[in-house]
Antibody, heavy 120, light 108 residues
Framework: EVQLLESGGGLVQPGGSLGLSCAAS????????MSWVRQTPGKGLEWVSG????????YYADSVMDRFTISRDNSKNTLYLQINSLRAEDTAIYYC?????????????WGRGTLVTVSS | EIVLTQSPATLSLSPGERATLSCRAS??????LGWYQQKPGQAPRLLIY???KRATGIPARFSGSGSGTDFTLTISRLEPEDFAVYYC??????????FGGGTKVEIK
């Protein structure tokens, strides 16, 4: 089955850190660009970060630059997001999303998301 | 950063009616504009990419048009399962990628 499965979310205090993972299955992971997109409960979507097929090129939203780090391990079919210096406004559902083969930055497969709550 | 403004915020229609959703970009994104559908408790689903290309498995009643700064998603005849929130997203060369604020299509 083609799917993405996120994990690693939870409750963390402001200033804390968290590591998210996204396990991919059912497709050739190394062939696709990947991204993280978040959604504040009841609100809209915000693209957070993306990486090319090799992980050599990464992109970030201004709001997370220098705090979040995206990476991938193609041997493990896994995408990661390291989140540091967490703020209340980082509270959201974090989705892992797969890019189209020929147009990397549209997302045709999404995980179910993992909830990150930043609160003291 | 390119700002995408969607209108209206809410569209109240009956099944069988035509839905027309708008997305306006703060600067040109050429044709690099996509549309997603999201239902409560679910992840978004890609409907349209590059302004007018339907994604795999998307019914023909969904169509997209536009270029530059003004885009439209049209649902020709609303089915019960089409009542949801719709987002536009640009994937142009201007980083970061951004999404619009969404249009909720609700049953009248």
């Amino acid at each position: 089955e083609v799917q993405l499965l996120e994990s690693g979310g939870g409750l963390v205090q402001p200033g804390g850190s968290l590591g998210l993972s996204c396990a991919a299955s059912g497709f050739t992971f190394r062939s696709f660009a990947m991204s993280w997109v978040r959604q504040t409960p009841g609100k809209g979507l915000e693209w957070v970060s993306g990486t090319d097929t090799s992980g050599a090129t990464t992109y970030y939203a201004d709001s997370v630059m220098d705090r979040f780090t995206i990476s991938r391990d193609n041997s493990k079919n896994t995408l990661y997001l390291q989140i540091n210096s967490l703020r209340a406004e980082d509270t959201a559902i974090y989705y892992c999303a797969k890019g189209l083969l020929f147009s990397s930055w549209y997302f045709d497969l999404w995980g179910r998301g993992t909830l990150v709550t930043v609160s003291s | 950063e390119i700002v995408l403004t969607q209108s209206p915020a809410t569209l109240s229609l009956s099944p069988g009616e035509r839905a027309t959703l708008s997305c306006r970009a703060s600067q040109s994104v050429n044709s690099y504009l996509g549309w997603y559908q999201q239902k409560p408790g679910q992840a978004p689903r890609l409907l349209i990419y590059d302004a007018s290309k339907r994604a795999t498995g998307i019914p023909a009643r969904f169509s997209g048009s536009g270029s530059g700064t003004d885009f439209t998603l049209t649902i020709s005849r609303l089915e019960p399962e089409d009542f949801a929130v719709y987002y536009c997203q640009h994937r142009g060369s201007n980083w970061p990628l951004t999404f619009g604020g969404g249009t909720k299509v609700e049953i009248k």
